[in-house]
């Protein structure tokens, strides 16, 4: 079975502030890793995704996450962040090969830009 | 392309009624999974089919809860009857594969 631990409930941010959000995981086969965000009384939206090759995938909106397998870490980050940042970011993970293919998600992270 | 459509998107109703939320996934996708959120619990996923064939309902609550999927293009989650406890936000999602999961904007249900 997999887990995912996203340690930061909540993270406060100064607008155009730098921003790291932290997961790690736990898996006994070779998974996938997502980001999704939810904005305010919407559902979630994919992010970014790492399914294999470079271990860093950006998004369009300026987001990046860094796999990093000795550490089982898929840290989100952003150099500067904008007031539209603000939502919850959940980080998921699956398994790569056959079987029940269900995401386990992290309890989330409320990321809260200050202006 | 249309996304995920969950209908309805806000439900009020007493204790005790029979709620059903309903879901039509993304055309070609051929897995879909209903999720429950609250502030207490989070995101939990309830049940998911695979070809329209139920695959894992471990996190259906209890037998009050069941879910259907007559076909590729439509799905409902029943509550019958429903609590107070029940009060959520739901959502549907759908696949095409593990590289992604889609959501829907999701069914906000009170239970008075």
């Known amino acids: 079975a997999q887990s995912v631990t996203q340690l930061d409930s909540q993270v406060p941010v100064f607008e155009e502030a730098p921003v790291e959000l932290r997961c790690n995981y736990s898996s006994s086969v070779s998974v996938y890793l997502f980001w999704y965000v939810q904005y305010p009384n919407q559902g979630l939206q994919l992010l970014l995704k790492y399914l294999s090759g470079s271990t860093l995938v950006e998004s369009i909106n300026g987001f990046e996450a860094e796999f990093n397998k000795s550490q089982t870490s898929f840290h989100l980050r952003k150099p500067s962040v904008h007031i539209s940042d603000t939502a919850e970011y959940f980080c998921?993970?699956?398994?790569?090969?056959?079987?029940?293919?269900?995401?386990?998600f992290g309890t989330g992270t409320r990321l809260t830009i200050i202006p | 392309d249309a996304g995920v459509i969950q209908s309805p998107r806000h439900e009020v109703t007493e204790m005790g009624q029979e709620v059903t939320l309903r879901c039509k996934p993304i055309?070609?996708?051929?897995?879909l999974f209903w999720y429950r959120q609250t502030m207490m619990r989070g995101l939990e996923l309830l049940i998911y089919?695979?070809?329209?064939?139920?695959?894992?309902d471990s996190g259906m609550p209890e037998d009050r809860f069941s879910a259907k999927m007559p076909n590729a293009s439509f799905s409902t989650l029943k509550i019958q009857p429903s609590e107070p406890r029940d009060s959520a936000v739901y959502f549907c999602?759908?696949?095409?594969?593990?590289?992604?999961?889609?959501f829907g904007d999701g069914t906000r249900l009170s239970i008075l």
């Open positions: 999602a759908s696949s095409r594969d593990r590289r992604a999961q889609h």
């Open positions: 089919f695979n070809n329209n064939v139920p695959i894992d």
């Open positions: 998921a993970v699956t398994r790569t090969n056959f079987g029940n293919e269900k995401l386990t």
């Open positions: 055309s070609g996708h051929n897995s």
